[in-house]
Structures are given as C-alpha cells and as structure tokens.
C-alpha cells in the first residue's frame, strides 16, 4: 500500500520560514519524481516545485528564490524549504510521487499572518 504522509505545516508570520516533509513508503521512492502542489481556497491546485530522480530541481515562478525542493532517497522522503513567506502562500500543501502511477498525500496547512 502506498502512502505518502505530509507534515511541516501550520501559521506562521509573512516573512518567516517553513519546512515541509512528505514521508512515503510502498513506492521504489528513489526512481519517482516527487512533487509539491498547494491549493488555496477557491483556486486551482497549482504546482509548486519538483524533483527529478537524479535530484534536478524546478520551480514555479511564484516560489523562485524562496523555496528549496530535496529529496532524501535514504529516508523516502522530499522537502519543501519555504522562506520569505507571503500571505499568498497560504494553502494546503499536497506533495505528489510520478513514476509508476501517480500517487498523492493528504496535505498539510500552511497559513502566513500579515
């Protein structure tokens, strides 16, 4: 059974600093690529950063220069490092497994306070 198991999450201060994990068992997690998505209430789910099986990272503009994806293919698990939060990263944060088959975790809060 494949799981992925989000956490990180909660309210923080525009301007401060958030670390996600997405823990994942059931899944070769070394060969997938991992990805982080958020959605806001009344928008689209929107892709946030990526993560190749050989580490290569992107990002959307949105998040460019403040968030820093990994991978620790030791642990099965992927990190979101967000700094420099604004209000308009409040969201639910899902990460994403593509490979063989698409899988997808619960989601975490993240909240950032003016």
């Known amino acids: 059974q494949v799981q992925l198991v989000e956490s990180g999450g909660g309210l923080v201060q525009a301007g401060g600093s958030l670390r996600l994990s997405c823990a994942a068992s059931?899944?070769?997690?070394?060969?997938?690529?991992m990805e982080w998505h958020r959605q806001a209430p009344g928008k689209q789910r929107e892709l946030v950063a990526t993560i190749t099986s050989a580490g290569d990272p992107m990002y959307a503009n949105s998040v460019k220069g403040r968030f820093t994806i990994s991978r620790d293919n030791a642990k099965n698990t992927v990190f979101l490092q967000m700094n420099n939060l604004k209000v308009e990263d409040t969201a639910a944060y899902y990460c994403?497994?593509?490979?063989?088959?698409?899988?997808w975790g619960q989601g975490t809060q993240v909240t950032v306070s003016s």
């Open positions: 059931g899944i070769l997690f070394s060969v997938y690529r």
């Open positions: 994403s497994a593509r490979g063989f088959g698409t899988y």
